[in-house]
Each structure stands twice: as C-alpha cells, then as structure tokens.
C-alpha cells in the first residue's frame, strides 16, 4: 500500500503531498492524522520555516 502523504524537507522547506490520486486526494480520517503530524512536527522544528501542501 503507498503512502497517502509524503512529506519531504529541502532545507527550511517542508513539502507535504497528499497521494490519493484514485480519490482525487480526498481527506479522509487517515489522512487527516498524517496531514496533522506533518504540520505539528514542521511546527516543533526550528529548522523549518515554510510548509508547502499540494496534491
């Protein structure tokens, strides 16, 4: 089973993708926890200034 969220760093960048593309990137409950770990440890991380979501 692929992941339904990538999360990749490039520097103080974080982007996360949503990959449902059979749901047309829905969010369902599952995702909507990834998306929310995604985005609360982009925010614990100093390292990080700007997140990006696409998908």
Do not use: K
């Amino acid at each position: 089973m692929l992941p339904t969220v990538e999360v990749e760093d490039d520097g103080a960048v974080r982007v996360v993708s949503i990959c449902r593309p059979d749901r047309r990137n829905a969010v369902d409950s599952a995702t909507a926890a990834l998306l929310l770990e995604s985005f609360s440890t982009f925010e614990a991380d100093e390292r990080l200034s700007v997140a990006v979501l696409t998908g």
